[in-house]
């Protein structure tokens, strides 16, 4: 099984702009298609953005849309979620995951979970 692990969260203010990642073990990281995920105290995980296995097509969420980038390189195993423009109702812990369907907008998609990484956005 692929093992995610997510990195790039912080404490930003608004309208700056964060990097996340998500690196992938395994070779199978170029099968699946990648989901990125925020979860904010008190409530359930919300689809932020998705891109396909190979074609790099990309999928958002209205909230995702014109701030954010989603992108993959399979040389390197690595999936990232450019986010800019940030607001405070960003803030949340962000996570990544894969999945066998796109765009995988629900959570019950996603075959493989990484631990998160916190986005804290400040007014």
């Known amino acids: 099984q692929v093992q995610l692990v997510e990195s790039g969260g912080g404490l930003v203010q608004a309208g700056d702009s964060l990097r996340l990642s998500c690196a992938a073990s395994?070779?199978?990281?170029?099968?699946?298609?990648m989901g990125w995920f925020r979860q904010a105290p008190g409530k359930e995980r919300e689809f932020v953005a998705s891109?396909?296995?190979?074609?790099?097509?990309?999928y958002y969420a209205d909230s995702a849309k014109g701030r954010f980038t989603v992108s993959r390189d399979n040389g390197k195993n690595t999936g990232y979620l450019q986010m800019n423009g940030l607001k405070p109702e960003d803030t949340a812990l962000y996570y990544c995951g894969l999945a066998g369907i796109f765009p995988a907008r629900y959570a019950k998609d996603i075959v493989s979970w990484g631990q998160g990484t916190q986005v804290t956005v400040s007014s």
């Open positions: 891109i396909t296995a190979t074609t790099n097509r990309p």
């Open positions: 395994g070779r199978t990281f170029s099968s699946y298609a």
